[in-house]
């Protein structure tokens, strides 16, 4: 069982992660993504990803633009040019907060 403690201090830089990676993407398409790449460890509740998603828009960091879809609106959040150096360091971050924390409960693993 993953800890939702944890998840709430990584969900924005793994939504950024997959941003990053995907060029585009919309909320329900970051849920399932993060499911299938935890093989259903991780459940993305809406109530967890779109506080995180609008503190990113806010933050400036995400671009929003929204594309109507037959009858219904869709978000895409992407990475505007001008802060994927601020992206890539908030991935930065989180890659060695985790290499701490693995040093601390005394993990080994591959470097990141």
């Not at 924005?12 to 993504?33: A, C, S």
């Not at 040019?81 to 601020?86: G, V, Y």
């Not at 992206?87 to 601390?104: D, G, N, P, R």
Request: glycine share 6%; proline share 4%.
């Amino acid at each position: 069982m993953f800890s939702n403690e944890i998840l709430k201090g990584s969900i924005r830089p793994l939504i950024i992660k997959l941003i990053k990676e995907n060029g585009r993407m919309y909320g329900y398409q970051i849920t399932q993504k993060v499911k299938e790449i935890s093989s259903d460890t991780i459940i993305l509740t809406e109530g967890a990803l779109y506080p995180a998603l609008h503190k990113l828009v806010k933050d400036g960091i995400l671009h929003v633009e929204t594309k109507q879809i037959g009858n219904r609106e869709r978000k895409y959040y992407s990475i505007p040019p001008q802060q994927d150096r601020t992206a890539t360091a908030k991935l930065e971050e989180i890659k060695q907060s985790i290499q701490i924390l693995a040093q601390l409960f005394d993990i080994k693993t591959n470097p990141i």
